[in-house]
Nanobody, 115 residues
Framework: QVQLVETGGGLVQAGGSLRLSCAAS????????MGWYRQAPGKQRDLVAR???????MYADSVRGRFTISRDNAKNTVYLQMNSLKPEDTAVYYC?????????WGRGTQVTVSS
């Protein structure tokens, strides 16, 4: 099973930026889609952004225009560039890889946005 390792989380002030990285142990081209989800305390895990093998992307309404998902196939890494961060973006961010309906998850990275 693929291993996914997220990095890049941290503490940032509102209006700031962070870039998350998700490094996979194998080729990300083997997955039909990769994505980022987030989970705030006491809430369910929600989709933030996805990128498909075709390079099409999709975003949650709450982040569209502020976040950008991208991939580097040569590095087997998916990125999430987060700009204009808001306190409500505070959560643990998880990397996800999906292949034929089977999900793999990373352990998550904490993002905290102070007001």
């Amino acid at each position: 099973q693929v291993q996914l390792v997220e990095t890049g989380g941290g503490l940032v002030q509102a209006g700031g930026s962070l870039r998350l990285s998700c490094a996979a142990s194998g080729s990300i081209l083997s997955f039909s889609a990769m994505g980022w989800y987030r989970q705030a305390p006491g809430k369910q895990r929600d989709l933030v952004a996805r990128i498909f093998r075709s390079t099409n992307t999709m975003y949650a309404d709450s982040v569209r225009g502020r976040f950008t998902i991208s991939r580097d196939n040569a590095k087997n890494t998916v990125y999430l560039q987060m700009n204009s961060l808001k306190p409500e973006d505070t959560a643990v961010y998880y990397c996800n890889a999906n292949s034929l309906g089977v999900d793999s998850w990373g352990r998550g990275t904490q993002v905290t946005v102070s007001s």
